[in-house]
């Protein structure tokens, strides 16, 4: 039986490719790496102005919210009672509070007076030496008569202040007279010695 002869295989011709399937398949891929920087890019500047904004937006709502608080004056003599924050733009305890208290000012602002003091501010010294600061944000509570009744030290849950606002609104005795959270640590620029009397008439010790 004879047999075919084997047919040796057909070169392919090197310039019988396509150059428009290569030009395809080359835009293709440039398409899809272009496509992929894009991406990347806007992921990269999407994280960069959220962490942008969120740096900025907490100081800026600080001193947002301390420029439209009641001065402290004023909130002594109003018959008004009192919430008082010592607070500085650089405590993130007092930046991570501040939109809760905004609300929380919306919502109690016409019967208790916001007082807000900046502890970086030398005016307030004698406040921060008598309420005796050293973390913020530190919160106190002011009678209608303008006396300390109760204080809170560091970040508080804001249920546990909503139900102080009600009390001190109405003139009750505050369910959360004396509650401790997370601070930032702050050192008053000076001391009062032992024998120093206390910088306000009204009196400073706060009552728990």
């Known amino acids: 039986m004879t047999g075919k002869p084997d047919t040796p295989p057909t070169a392919v011709d090197p310039t019988a490719i396509d150059p428009t399937a290569i030009e395809a398949t080359n ?43 009641v001065p402290y004056e004023q909130a002594l003599t109003n018959g008004k009672p009192t919430f008082m924050e010592f607070y500085a733009n650089w405590c993130t305890s007092c930046q991570a509070m501040a939109p809760d208290l905004e609300e929380l000012k919306q919502q109690y602002g016409d019967r208790v007076n916001f007082v807000m003091l900046n502890v970086d501010n030398s005016k307030w010294l004698p406040e921060i030496l008598a309420y005796r600061v050293d973390g913020i944000p530190h919160f106190v509570f002011l009678d209608a008569q303008g006396e300390a009744i109760a ?15 009600v009390a001190l609104a109405a003139g009750s005795p505050l369910p959360y007279a004396q509650t401790t959270g997370q601070t930032s640590a702050f050192s008053a620029p000076v001391r009062p010695d032992a024998s120093q009397t206390d910088p306000r008439s009204h009196g400073s010790q706060v009552k728990g």
Do not use: C, H, W, Y
């Open 151 to 165: 204080q809170a030290i560091g970040e508080q849950p804001r249920p546990i202040l909503d139900a102080n606002l």
């Open 27 to 69: 835009t293709t891929m440039a398409i899809r790496f272009r496509n992929f920087v894009i991406a990347v890019v806007a992921i990269v500047l999407s994280t960069a102005i959220f962490l942008g904004l969120k740096t900025e937006t907490a100081p800026g709502l600080l001193n947002a919210m301390a420029e439209a608080s």
